[in-house]
């Protein structure tokens, strides 16, 4: 079955950074883009960023733009997500997922999600 698995979050200081990893398994991981989301306490999912089945195209939120960076490694089923400089308003859980089609920055359009991990983000 298709399982999607983050690990890396943590606590970091503001302006630290982070490194969110994300390692699919139960399908041909390289034919599908796959985006990262985060929930916060209170508040809606958001879309974070999002990269496509090749690593040649990447999506991200306006709220992340030039901080954080998606990537790649389809020998190792693995995305990562790099993210820099962070604020405490990143504090959230961040989740993987799989597009299946449709809008990037629509969690609608994500058939299979993974449990989350937790950043927060201390001022």
């Known amino acids: 079955q298709v399982q999607l698995v983050e690990s890396g979050g943590g606590l970091v200081q503001d302006g630290g950074s982070l490194r969110l990893s994300c390692v699919a398994s139960?399908?041909?991981?390289?034919?599908?883009?796959i985006g990262w989301f985060r929930q916060a306490p209170g508040k809606e999912r958001e879309f974070v960023a999002g990269i496509n089945s090749g690593g040649g195209r990447e999506y991200y939120g306006d709220s992340v733009k030039g901080r954080f960076t998606i990537s790649r490694d389809n020998a190792k089923n693995t995305i990562y997500l790099q993210m820099n400089s962070l604020k405490p308003e990143d504090t959230a859980v961040y989740y993987c997922?799989?597009?299946?089609?449709?809008?990037?920055?629509?969690?609608?359009?994500?058939?299979?999600w993974g449990q989350g991990t937790q950043v927060t983000v201390s001022s």
């Open positions: 997922a799989r597009f299946r089609g449709g809008r990037v920055n629509y969690e609608q359009d994500y058939d299979y």
């Open positions: 139960g399908y041909t991981f390289s034919d599908k883009l």
